[in-house]
């Protein structure tokens, strides 16, 4: 068995680019570098004829009309304009009205990308409802129906989460929304490229998603939105030369746009096969980590997740410190995973982890180039640190003596 260390087990915070990727993006940089809004010379044309192939490669994983996909530089922009963007274009009472501008729907869990602009349009003057998930982490139909009012404009939904993998019921929230004509927004960000989508069948109006999560390159992603039943408009957010239909000017970034359409044909043809071949992988980690150790628990509904990704909380271990004692393996814990702040993961405690396990959970995710050895690999390492740990916890000792921790009651000195 031969790894490469570190290994890689962290595919939800990126992904490596695909060399097939590099190798189709690297003739425009040097040679098809013309400007695509050049519309006057052979250079600008070129450009342009390298736009449209990958518009087409990124509709097609999704179900769209070429038409209907706007180049942003990710997942972050693609959620801005599509959350600001339909919350100014379809508010209902105007700024300073003294009523709620419109009401928006989204999740407690959700990506600091949907929060924030959902925070920054509160501020403005809109009213938003943050769902809360149950114990198994997933938003339902239901939960979005019982939030509904007659002055709700947007609903936004991610997908699949990105700390569990967890996957909420899209299509069915799409559906409601479309027979309530609300916009439905869903942040795909993890699901496409690894799961099969179509915005028609699965009722979406709006949807984001970033190149370096489907091993596409860094700073280049799309906004599908759609252009019938019901066509959806939006208030730009970036202006200037009004590319991309004037939702979002500037100079196309070639060489990433041509990276990203070849990376959605990849995960198009392979889709099948890697899914499977992943689930495999990633029960087997799990079962071999689980099996091994008492006190774990794997956070988040057991079925409804993506197949590449688990988040398991270890009882009596600092997340960080098994992090430290495993350095050979790049993971993410439950801590300090999205802001410099060492607070336990709100998605975790959204679900409603205690802070004890909350900081005591990995998050480790696969990826098209992970192998079994590597799995295996870091399963025993893995079972071997935490082992270790716990042998310097006296917590842990009390809790094989049967004192139940939580009822303790601390000196003070
Ligand atoms: C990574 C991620 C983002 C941010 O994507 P960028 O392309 O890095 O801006 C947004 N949402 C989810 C769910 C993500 O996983």
Same mark, same amino acid.
């Not at 068995?1 to 695909?18: E, G, H, K, Q």
């Not at 956070?299 to 600092?318: C, D, Q, Y």
């Given at each position: 068995?031969? !790894?490469?260390?570190?290994? %890689? !087990?962290? /595919? ?7 060399p ?6 690297? +003739? ?35 179900g ?35 009523? +709620? ?44 129906? $019982? ?13 699949? $989460? $990105?700390?569990?993998?967890?996957? /909420? ?21 993890q ?25 596409? +390159? ?5 906004? %599908? ?27 196309? $970034? ?6 990203? =359409? ?9 889709? #099948? ?9 990633r #029960? ?14 794997v /956070? ?6 993506? +197949? ?11 997340g ?13 814990? =439950? ?10 993961? %709100? ?9 004890d396990?909350?900081?005591s ?51 003070a000195?």
């Open positions: 068995m031969s !790894l490469n260390f570190p290994l %890689y !087990l962290d /595919n939800a915070a990126t992904t490596r680019t695909d097939r990727v590099v190798e189709a993006m690297l +003739p425009a940089f040097t040679e098809t570098y013309g400007n695509p809004g050049s519309r006057n010379h052979a250079f600008g044309w070129r450009a342009e004829d390298l736009v449209d192939t990958a518009r087409r490669q990124v509709a097609d994983l999704i769209a009309d070429r038409k209907e996909v706007i180049f942003t530089s990710g997942a972050t922009e693609s959620n801005n304009l599509a959350i600001k963007g339909a919350a100014y274009m379809y508010e209902k009472a105007a700024a300073g009205s003294g009523k +709620p501008r419109g009401h928006i729907i989204t999740g407690n869990i959700e990506h600091k990308a949907t929060l924030d602009p959902c925070k920054r349009l509160q501020k403005e003057g809109f009213d938003v409802t943050y769902l809360e998930p149950g114990p198994d982490g997933v938003f339902t139909r239901e939960m979005v129906e $019982n939030a509904m009012r007659d002055d709700t404009i947007l609903v936004t939904i991610m997908w699949a $989460n $990105n700390e569990i993998g967890v996957i /909420n019921e899209i299509p069915q929230i799409g559906e409601l929304c479309h027979d309530r004509g609300v916009i439905f927004h869903t942040d795909a960000t699901w496409v490229g690894k799961m099969p989508t179509d915005v028609t069948r699965d009722n979406i109006d709006l949807l984001s998603l970033s190149g370096h999560k489907l091993y596409g +390159p860094k700073g280049v992603g799309a906004l %599908y939105v759609r252009r019938r039943r019901p066509r959806v408009r939006l208030v730009a957010i970036q202006e200037g030369g009004g590319q991309e239909r004037g939702y979002r000017s500037g100079t196309l $970034n070639v060489p990433g746009i041509v990276g990203l =359409g070849k990376a959605c044909e990849l995960c198009a043809s392979e889709m #099948d096969t890697e899914r499977d071949r992943l689930r495999a992988l #029960d087997r980690l799990e079962q071999s980590i689980v099996s091994r150790l008492d006190t774990v628990q /956070n988040g509904h057991a079925e409804k997740r993506l +197949p590449h990704t688990t988040n398991i909380s270890f009882g009596f271990v600092e960080e410190s098994l992090m430290m004692a495993c350095k050979e393996i790049a993971m993410s814990s =439950g801590s300090a995973c999205t802001s410099a702040s060492l607070g336990p993961s %709100y998605v975790l405690k959204g679900l409603g982890v205690g802070d396990l909350a900081h959970s990995l998050r480790l995710s696969l990826g098209r180039f992970t192998t079994e050895d590597e799995v295996n690999y870091a399963a025993d390492a893995i079972v071997t640190a935490v082992t270790k740990l716990r042998e310097l916890s006296p917590l842990y000792d009390m809790h094989n003596e049967g004192i139940d921790i939580t009822k303790i009651e601390w000196q000195h």
